[in-house]
């Protein structure tokens, strides 16, 4: 097991993106020892690469400092961003544990990475004990069963100025809860994501479900996105038939 390095990723002008530890293996260690390693970092995500590819993909496990994450977007980006970084590569894929394999890939400008996602459709929902708990009455709700809401507000302020009740949402059940407006003059949308009880950084798997509804909304299959946590994230999205590509500069620590 290599040395940690530190990636902010999804990060762009004003924009500090989310951090991921990368760590290269010549194999994946053990479950507990991943875990452990992931808690002493303490990052919100760490990620563990096989250096040694299998049929063309390279093994992959993300870790909170608490538990195993199943699809870790910025920290998908990270560990595409280290191993193109060895390999003097354009183009790379990771395997997940739930055997998803994901594309990521560096953009002609060599500064900024695309990662792809399968999108995530969400169709109208009501559900006022969600209301409840942003303490707000959006314009729509929108769900999918795996586990992903959108909040949609008119107004960018709003959004900003929000204060979920992070009690109140954690009785809803294992939920990722993206509040999303108009970006205004900055993006084509912002957002913002709560899940676990905290706000995140910026979160690739939440625009696998914002992207499409925002295309849909917008009729453009690109679009630019920020995520206004403390923060700050930044993202370029397009569709591409099923998957969404999320763009975004990475920066490495140490």
């Not at 990636?7 to 989310?18: I, L, P, S, T, W």
């Not at 183009?91 to 055997?99: E, F, Q």
């Not at 910026?202 to 925002?214: K, V």
Request: overall charge neutral; hydrophobic content about 45%.
């Amino acid at each position: 097991m290599r040395a940690p390095l530190l990636v902010d990723a999804f990060a762009g002008q004003n924009a500090r993106g989310n951090r991921a530890a990368v760590i290269l293996c010549p194999d994946l260690p053990e479950m507990a020892a991943m875990q452990a390693r992931a808690a002493q970092l303490a990052e919100p995500a760490t990620a563990f690469v096989c250096e040694r590819p299998v049929n063309g993909t390279h093994r992959v496990r993300w870790f909170a400092p608490d538990r195993e994450i199943a699809l870790c977007g910025h920290g998908a980006l990270a560990a595409g961003y280290v191993l193109l970084r060895q390999l003097r590569a354009a183009a790379v894929r990771l395997l997940s544990a739930d055997g998803r394999e994901l594309a990521i890939r560096r953009l002609d400008d060599g500064a900024r990475y695309e990662l792809a996602l399968p999108a995530i459709p969400t169709a109208p929902r009501e559900w006022p004990e969600l209301i409840d708990a942003l303490g707000a009455v959006p314009s729509g709700i929108r769900w999918n069963a795996a586990g992903y809401a959108l909040a949609v507000f008119d107004d960018p302020a709003q959004v900003a100025g929000l204060k979920p009740d992070q009690a109140k949402l954690a009785q809803l059940g294992n939920l990722q809860l993206s509040v999303t407006a108009p970006g205004g003059s900055e993006a084509d949308f912002t957002s913002r994501v709560f899940s676990s009880g905290r706000e995140d950084a910026a979160t690739g798997s939440a625009h696998a479900a914002l992207a499409p509804y925002w295309y849909a909304r917008l009729g453009r299959e690109r679009l630019t996105a920020n995520q206004a946590s403390a923060a700050g994230g930044r993202f370029e999205c397009r569709l591409e038939r099923d998957l969404v590509w999320l763009g975004g500069e990475c920066r490495l620590v140490t």
